[in-house]
């Protein structure tokens, strides 16, 4: 029966015959259709300990992206393989830029996924750091090297924020290591004249979410982050409008904010609530929530679209504070949470055979990772409200638990982790077999130490095309993912499936420290 199972649940003939046969007349429940859809499925394929394996890889990942001088421990023992890279980034507009990380394979610093990138590793880390045990400072570690770049960004120009480092239609031209660039290190800002409400914003919920991670550990770098969180988001607030528009020549296709900038506002007040616990930010949701978006759905979460973000986040001020008023975000929550659950009157989710979320072909694991952080953070939060639980449809009769919630995050989690039809990890050097040719410049090209001589901007194309392995483990990076059919191109040149990005993994890692502490489980 679970051989059948696991071979023909999600055709959706089998799933009928299913649940007629489990639930009989009572097909409606969506506790007994989402259990025969997916919780029939063993509870897990690893243990705790491959969760921590995998945790420590996932935050591993982040120090292969890292832009500027590194630190010593790095270069010694992490990934030695790495140097240090853009060192002059800045100078050329008098402003120090040196920092932050690269987004994906490539060698540009740009600001929305970085921004949205350490809001996401704060939020992990603020929701499960107590999971995270000695990965914890690691992570700290992550979210710092963000963050310091961020508030060298926002300060450095006053009504200025600088939101890109590099050229990304020059460095695309090029297939070559960070610690030989010789492309031209254009600097980007958006101003009082050019605004960018929407990086801007985000930029403020990652300072804001940050402060909350060293409130207790680095009290004042925690106020300098919430002081200048406050700022930006008043620039974004005062001048209004999408860097899309502004640059949209140098951020576009490849960051467009393609949802305009009201949703990145509300992100960041609802940050900048939490962390200040001030309430004219509650005042500020209250007055403008409609306007930005409060009364819509939306289903996904990625560095574009921060609606449903917005509301769980939101939803918690109900559910754990009692704050009245954010009521209506708990059942925007519900909505964004049975639209994923398999027999919701909500559901609307697309699953590939395999038990894979699937929401398009280009990077589709980062709207996995981001799903499955959001149904642990709302499992959370629901477990900690009295007879908290998930109300999918207008009638209000189905509803979903919160340990239902664990399971189906745990399904996604595990199928990245190589439970899946190919037995394949999608994260690099995690397990027996993992994708060998990742589409990322220094993991592929010979590393400074092994080849000290430059190799530049043409000549590196040998080693894209090649069909050899990367000849350096990118530790911990997970990649775009398999597509629709489950299927998997190992093949450097398909960037869709094989190249990984940072805020792939940031949700990712606050996932993996809550399986990774079996005193955290929920089920």
Known sequence: MRLLLNTYIHSSFYYLYITNMFCGANINNILCSTLCMLFILPSSAFTSQDYTNALEKSIIFFEGQRSGRLPHNQSQ??????????????????????????DAGDNVKFGLPMAFTTTLLSWSVIEFGNSMKNQLNNAKDAVRWGTDYLLKAATATPDALYIQVGDPNNDHRCWERAEDMDTTRNVYKVSSENPGSDVAAETAAALAAASIVFKDSDPSYSTKLLQTAIQVFDFANRYKGSYSDSLGSVVCPFYCSYSGYHDELLWAASWLHRASENESYLTYIQSNGHTLGADEDDFSFSWDDKRAG?????????????????????????????????GSPNFQAQYTPGGLLYKGSESNLQYVTTSSFLLLAYAKYLSSSQGGEATCGGGGTSTITSDKLVSLARKQVDYILGNNPAKMSYMVGFGQRYPQHVHHRGSSLPSVHAHPAHISCGDGFQYLNSRSPNPNILVGAVLGGPDNRDNFADDRNNYQQSEPATYINAPFVGALAFFSDQSTQLV
């Open 77 to 102: 023992s992490r990934l030695p393989w790495r140097g240090d890279s853009g060192l002059s980034d800045g100078s050329g507009y008098h402003v120090d830029l040196v920092g932050g990380y690269y």
């Open 310 to 342: 917005t509301k769980i986040l939101l939803a918690k001020g109900f559910l754990e504070d009692n704050i009245e008023d954010f009521q209506l975000y708990k059942a925007h929550s519900d909505n964004y949470i049975c639209s994923l659950a398999p």
